[in-house]
């Protein structure tokens, strides 16, 4: 199983909701990560667990809340957004070394009204 | 901090022909990643290098260590390649974080 799964795959929210996003593999990889992607720009990092603790957070609002509950799971929990949060959404995941190979889900579309 | 470019930003090529996405880097990396990246989609993990040529398929990728420099290539390149290419580095033992280049968008047409 080589898969990243990731739901949902498309959201949309209001300002005020507060909502999730799950990201799953199987692989047996001690990183994860959560990307934001905007429209015809490259992937931007936002989150980084290794070994289920957050070892980066790369300046991301406090609206934005990650969560590594075992190795498999990472989750992203999302409140009170603005429109400008919305994007497509990565999950990834690797090795802990750094010739890993990083797999990526499908993404969620995120978008905030 | 690493900064990856990608050349050229847009390209349009007839179906069958030979295409070559360039990527360069400006510091020592531990390993290089060409990713293909569908409309609205996830992500693909194509290659990860780290010194030589690969290939799978109809794709091949290279690396030139010392100038900081790796080629994707397609050959009889078809329309369903027509995606966003994005070359990825990782720098450092133990770091594994990924800084991207800005993306090749690739059309090929019938």
């Known amino acids: 199983d080589t898969e990243v799964t990731q739901t949902p795959k498309h959201l949309v929210m209001g300002m005020t909701n507060k909502k999730s996003l799950k990201c799953e593999q199987h692989?047996?990889?001690?990183?994860m990560y959560w990307y934001k992607q905007k429209a015809k720009k490259p992937p931007e990092l936002m989150f980084v667990?290794?070994?289920?603790?957050?070892?980066i957070n790369e300046s991301v609002p406090s609206r934005f809340s990650p969560e590594c509950p075992n190795s498999s799971l990472l989750n992203l929990h999302l409140h009170a957004l603005q429109p400008e949060d919305s994007a497509l959404y990565l999950c990834a995941s690797s090795q802990t070394t750094g010739r890993a190979e990083a797999f990526f889900g499908q993404g969620t579309r995120l978008t905030v009204v | 901090k690493n900064e990856v470019e990608q050349s050229p930003q847009n390209l349009t090529a007839q179906e069958g022909e030979f295409i070559t996405i360039n990527c360069s880097y400006s510091?020592?990396?531990?390993?290089l990643h060409w990713l293909q990246q569908h409309p609205g989609g996830g992500i693909v993990s194509l290659f990860m290098l780290s010194s030589g040529k690969k290939k799978h398929g109809r794709l091949i990728a290279t690396i030139n260590i010392q100038e900081k420099h790796s080629s994707l290539h397609i050959t009889a390149s078809h329309p369903r390649d027509s995606a966003v290419y994005i070359c990825a580095v990782s720098s450092g033992a133990g770091s594994y974080q990924l800084t991207f280049g800005k993306g090749t968008k690739l059309s090929v047409i019938p």
């Open positions: 510091v020592g990396i531990s390993a």
């Open positions: 692989m047996g990889h001690r990183a």
């Open positions: 667990y290794s070994y289920e603790k957050l070892s």
